[in-house]
C-alpha cells in the first residue's frame, strides 16, 4: 500500500538546526495534507504544522517563525526545517499524510503515520 519514511533526526545543541524528511512512496494517486506531529516522554502527540497540496501551511504557536515546512510534490516528500530548537522540543516527531491510493484497483483513501524519527536538543 502506502509507507511513509522519514529521516533526519537526531542530537542538537540548543539553538541549533535539523531538517527532517519523509517520504511516502507506493500505488499513490495524490497526496492530500502532510504534516509533522511530535510526542514527548509521557506527553500526548501534538500538533506542530502541516500544508496542503497547494502549499498553505499552519503552525502551531510555538514553533512559529522557527520552523518551516515545505513540500516536493513530485517526489511526494515533505520537509520540515527546525531552526533555534530547545530542550523543551526534544520528542519523537512524525510524518503524518493523507494519502489516495490504489488497492487491488479501486481508488481508497486513507490516513498513514511514518514510524518516527527522533530528535534530542541538549541544553
Known amino acids: 500500500q502506502v509507507q511513509l519514511v522519514e529521516s533526519g533526526g537526531g542530537l542538537v545543541h540548543a539553538g541549533g538546526s535539523l531538517r527532517l524528511s519523509c517520504a511516502a512512496s507506493?500505488?499513490?494517486?495524490?497526496?492530500?495534507?502532510m504534516g509533522w506531529y511530535r510526542q514527548a516522554p509521557g506527553k500526548e502527540r501534538d500538533l506542530v504544522t502541516t500544508?496542503?497540496?497547494?502549499?498553505?501551511?499552519n503552525y502551531a504557536d510555538s514553533v512559529k517563525g522557527r520552523f518551516t515546512i515545505s513540500r516536493d510534490n513530485a517526489k511526494n516528500t515533505v520537509y520540515l526545517q527546525m531552526n533555534s530548537l530547545r530542550p523543551e522540543e526534544t520528542a519523537v516527531y512524525y510524518c503524518?499524510?493523507?494519502?489516495?491510493?490504489?488497492?487491488?484497483?479501486?481508488?481508497?483513501?486513507?490516513?498513514?503515520w511514518g514510524q518516527g524519527t527522533q530528535v534530542t536538543v541538549s541544553s
Open positions: 507506493g500505488s499513490i494517486i495524490r497526496i492530500n495534507v
Open positions: 503524518n499524510a493523507e494519502v489516495e491510493y490504489y488497492s487491488n484497483g479501486y481508488w481508497r483513501k486513507s490516513n498513514y
Open positions: 500544508i496542503t497540496s497547494s502549499g498553505t501551511t
